[in-house]
């Protein structure tokens, strides 16, 4: 069974350019999370889609920062235009179902780099 | 909010030495806490968890137990192997604001031979 897939594994762009991360989940997961790591400091959420709809986005800094979900399968995270502040690793997670013990599957993350 | 702390790393220990990775957390209700091991250049995976005051989640040789009563979940092993070097992440799930999951910021530990 494919794990959850992270493209691409690095990016460096300069700052006010745009990017577009994607996640491909483990096939009939429901749902995935966005997370991101900034220098070492804690994993933050950053939005939850079930299927195709956003169940939670309050992690989502500002709105520069675009998740999209299309068809309920794979998910687009893209930051438009990208400030220094945004760069650190970017993990996409999925799951089969949502409650408090829930295993989360983790993708092996993008790392993004603002210059 | 929800939240948890965790010790800072990195944390150095020789072969067969006794780990101790402290995490402590903030919730209402009753979450489900877990360690998340992040070994280099993979994802995060699930450790153990434990879903109750009083469980001990167990894994691989590591253990930690839900305490309540000090807000805690520490993680253990008895004998650390230069294999167990990785990044661990202490985390928790609660049925307030959500059931997103909520991580520490991790600690690095690094296993000499």
């Known amino acids: 069974e494919a794990g959850v897939t992270q493209f691409p594994s690095h990016s460096v762009i300069e700052k006010g350019q745009t990017v577009t991360l994607r996640c491909d989940p483990i096939?009939?997961?429901?749902?995935l999370y966005w997370y991101r790591r900034v220098m070492g400091k804690e994993i933050k959420f950053l939005l939850h889609?079930?299927?195709?709809?956003?169940?939670?986005e309050s992690g989502m800094p500002n709105n520069r920062f675009l998740a999209e979900r299309t068809g309920g399968t794979y998910s687009t995270l893209k930051v438009q235009p990208a400030e220094l502040e945004d760069s650190g690793v970017y993990f996409c997670?999925?799951?089969?179902?949502?409650?408090?013990?829930?295993?989360?599957?983790f993708g092996s993350g993008t790392q993004l780099s603002v210059l | 909010g929800n939240s948890v702390t965790q010790m800072e790393g990195p944390v150095t220990l020789s072969e067969e030495a006794f780990l101790t990775i402290n995490c402590t957390y903030t919730?209402?209700?009753?979450?489900?806490l877990f360690w998340y091991v992040q070994y280099p250049g993979e994802g995060l995976q699930l450790l153990l968890k434990?879903?109750?005051?009083?469980d001990k989640g167990s894994n691989k040789g590591f253990e930690a137990t839900y305490r309540k009563e000090t807000t805690s979940f520490h993680l253990e092993k008895g004998s650390v192997q230069v294999s167990d070097s990785a990044v661990y992440f202490c985390?928790?799930?609660?049925?307030?604001?959500?059931?997103?999951?909520?991580f520490g910021a991790g600690t690095r530990l690094f296993v000499k031979a």
């Open positions: 997670a999925s799951s089969e179902a949502q409650g408090p013990g829930e295993k989360l599957f």
């Open positions: 096939s009939g997961h429901d749902n």
């Open positions: 889609f079930v299927k195709e709809s956003k169940q939670d």
């Open positions: 919730a209402t209700g009753y979450p489900s």
């Open positions: 434990a879903t109750k005051a009083d």
């Open positions: 985390a928790l799930s609660g049925n307030t604001g959500g059931f997103k999951t909520i």
